[in-house]
């Protein structure tokens, strides 16, 4: 996967005394927060093993529900391993109350403290615009502008989804396929499916915490969201940002701010933590050591935009592809004397993509030995770096 960049926290809100333990045998991670969009729903379970490593391992076949105060019950079940998600798509309600339930099948019954919405916030707007920032490197900032005129919202966590537009430099509209092994033959023909712009997709794997407690009004003006170095390829053709506002509580922003503060990152059980951070949930009815994790229920309210490279540069200098595709081959085809052919085992391999024949002049034959050129298969082939499926919210 390609990498991707996060920004730090902003806060005004003191950290609070936090119980810690140095044992992390058999522990519990609970990760999840339900909203008011109209959704599935989505909780992941965790389990750390063994004693004293930050390994996970994902907790399966547990009954997860969530209960609400109006009597209403949400079921969840296990899409993917430690992954569960609503039966039914529901939204939180406001004046609601939410209380997540896990049944494990050692035994054990987790509960999570009774969850509200907290307060809306309208996401008024998500811009991009041209910087040079403090490292003095010049790029795309991301910023955010918010309010809540009735006062009631004052703690922010932001996140975000990057989709980026890959153009393989060297497609062409045919392949190289091996005709028969023995004798050596290979031929060309149409692709049979689209490997000339594919789709990259990052989420941030971190939040952006923002408080307005110390201000005079209930405004999120022009917060940094992300940042794209000039020459980031993710910028070199199209890009778009899904931008996700979620109002929170205090008490979450304040667990949100200490895991950042403790591990310098939004990973529950980093090797810098002195043990892990108790959040809301009680095992058995009880505060306990062998659950960790937030249990939280936010407004949410998310914007995309998109961009191209010259909205911002000039045309010229775009980002370089993700790799170099200098290299162009001419493998042999024949079998040498260990039985091995450049060509057939480059193609069955899908190492290498047909770019051209191999000719010395307009005027002369392909080299029946070396008949074409090739280059490395994600230089021709987009699907190596990305998705060939347009997604639906894609605007060219």
């Not at 902003?10 to 609070?16: A, I």
């Not at 529901?90 to 896990?102: C, D, K, Q």
Request: a negative charge.
């Amino acid at each position: 996967m390609l990498s991707f960049f996060a920004l730090g926290m902003v806060s005004c809100v003191e950290s609070f005394e936090i119980p810690t333990n140095t044992e992390f045998d058999n522990v519990l991670i609970i990760e999840g927060s339900i909203t008011n969009a109209m959704e599935t729903q989505r909780i992941s379970l965790t389990r750390t093993s063994p004693l004293g490593t930050t390994e996970v391992t994902p907790e399966q076949n547990a009954t997860v529900q969530i209960l609400a105060s109006n009597g209403s019950t949400f079921s969840f079940q296990e899409s993917q391993p430690g992954i569960y998600e609503s039966n039914d798509a529901f939204a939180a309600t406001e004046g609601v109350s939410y209380s997540l339930s896990i049944a494990s099948t050692d035994g054990n019954v987790y509960t999570s403290t009774p969850q509200t919405i907290s307060g809306t916030a309208e996401l008024e707007e998500v811009v991009a615009r041209s910087i040079i920032n403090d490292d003095n490197i010049e790029g795309v900032e991301i910023v955010v502008n918010a309010s809540d005129p009735s006062g009631q919202a004052k703690f922010f966590r932001y996140s975000f989804d990057e989709t980026f537009l890959i153009i393989a430099p060297f497609w062409r509209p045919l392949e190289a396929f091996v005709v028969s092994e023995n004798p050596p033959e290979v031929d060309l023909r149409p692709r049979s499916q689209e490997e000339q712009f594919c789709y990259g997709t990052n989420v941030s794997q971190t939040s952006i915490l923002f408080s307005t407690t110390d201000l005079e009004e209930t405004r999120v003006s022009q917060l940094p969201i992300h940042f794209l170095a000039k020459d980031d390829y993710f910028i070199a053709n199209r890009y778009s940002i899904l931008v996700k506002q979620n109002v929170q509580s205090e008490e979450a922003f304040q667990y949100y701010q200490t895991l950042r503060e403790l591990s310098g990152q939004e990973n529950l059980l980093s090797q810098q933590q002195p043990g892990f951070l108790a959040g809301n949930i009680l095992v058995n009815g009880n505060s306990s050591r062998l659950a960790t994790g937030y249990f939280e229920v936010v407004s949410q309210t998310e914007k995309r935009i998109f961009f191209d490279f010259e909205d911002f540069f000039a045309p010229v200098g775009t980002p370089a592809y993700p790799v170099g595709c200098d290299n162009i081959f001419k493998p042999l085809l024949p079998y040498d004397n260990f039985g091995n052919s450049e060509l057939i085992s480059g193609i069955q391999n899908e190492n290498l993509e047909y770019i051209s024949d191999n000719v010395l002049n307009p005027f002369d034959p392909p080299d029946p030995n070396r008949p074409f050129e090739m280059v490395p298969r994600i230089c021709g082939d987009c699907t190596v770096l990305g998705s060939n499926i347009k997604p639906d919210f894609w605007i060219d």
